[in-house]
């Protein structure tokens, strides 16, 4: 299996977006300052995650991004998918031809691997994981947007695995 940065960066960018979708769009900018990941690279990833309907655009002044519909019914699993980001510990990238174009011993291990993955990161949903840092930081959304401006504080330490 390889998870790459894409798919990490977007799970992260979307936390983020989902974080602060209460005050209007977020733009990338921000994203990119607080999480410290490239404006080109947010572009790319919000350009796809804007294709897969995860996400919407709001153009002009105050524009940015929103989530296209609510954190409850966007999945890890949906936002991987949609980066392009494939789950896949075998080999042959499921053909069955691991070995000189035959099936390998331990391909069902590798097969089962993959779809364990995906049952995981399709119960998770990008609510819970805003839920999971709300809670790092007792439910106020203030203390992470503090946070990245005058730097870690005993309050704000928790932050430090959100960055």
């Known amino acids: 299996m390889r998870l790459t940065t894409k798919g990490r960066f977007a799970v992260t960018a979307?936390?983020?977006l989902a974080l602060r979708s209460g005050e209007g769009p977020v733009t990338l900018a921000g994203i990119s300052d607080?999480?410290?990941?490239?404006?080109?690279?947010?572009?790319?990833?919000?350009?796809?995650?804007?294709?897969?309907?995860?996400?919407?655009?709001?153009?002009g002044p105050g524009g940015g991004y929103c989530l296209a519909r609510p954190g409850m019914q966007i999945t890890v699993a949906d936002i991987v998918r949609a980066v392009d980001e494939t789950l896949d510990?075998?080999?042959?990238?499921?053909?069955?031809?691991?070995?000189?174009?035959?099936?390998?011993?331990?391909?069902?291990?590798w097969a089962t691997l993959n779809f364990k993955m995906y049952e995981y990161l399709t119960?998770?949903?990008?609510?819970?994981?805003?839920?999971?840092q709300l809670k790092k930081v007792g439910g106020?959304?203030?203390?992470?947007?503090?946070?990245?401006?005058?730097?870690?504080?005993?309050?704000?330490?928790?932050?430090?695995a959100f960055a």
């Open 89 to 109: 510990a075998t080999q042959c990238g499921g053909k069955e031809n691991c070995k000189d174009e035959e099936r390998c011993m331990t391909h069902d291990l």
């Open 34 to 59: 607080r999480q410290k990941i490239s404006l080109s690279y947010l572009e790319q990833l919000f350009g796809k995650l804007r294709r897969h309907s995860l996400v919407d655009s709001v153009r």
């Open 140 to 160: 106020d959304i203030a203390v992470l947007k503090d946070a990245r401006r005058i730097g870690p504080s005993p309050r704000t330490k928790s932050l430090e």
């Open 14 to 16: 979307m936390i983020d």
């Open 123 to 132: 119960s998770v949903t990008l609510s819970d994981l805003v839920d999971s």
